[in-house]
């Protein structure tokens, strides 16, 4: 599935785009990206989980390849479940961006 997808930026990840376990099973959607885009410093993603609904971090380098199918990911279906519930810090939101504000975009919002 996702030997033939290009690699896209971490910036460039789709809004809500399926996150998948090592064995490519689904484990959730991802909400929102955690890094600092000036700096270029991708920390992670947070990934609304399949089973429960529920906010949970993957840490950046628990994520192996972004694309425009998903998000792959080294996880076993024994580390899902363990996931640290996410605190917001600083994230990124999808908002409109272009010269017509007619393209999604991801913007930064600032923690508290």
Request: aromatic fraction near 10%; charged fraction near 30%.
């Amino acid at each position: 599935m996702f030997e033939t997808e290009a690699a896209l930026a971490w910036s460039a990840m789709p809004y809500r785009a399926p996150v998948y376990a090592a064995d490519t099973s689904e484990i959730g959607s991802a909400e929102s990206l955690l890094g600092d885009e000036d700096a270029d410093i991708f920390h992670g993603i947070v990934v609304k989980r399949r089973e429960d609904r529920k906010l949970v971090e993957i840490p950046a380098v628990r994520i192996k390849k972004i694309t425009a199918a998903g998000v792959l990911t080294d996880l076993g279906s024994d580390d899902v479940g363990a996931l640290q519930p996410y605190r917001e810090e600083r994230w990124y939101h999808i908002g409109w961006g272009g010269l017509f504000r007619k393209h999604p975009e991801w913007d930064r919002t600032s923690g508290t």
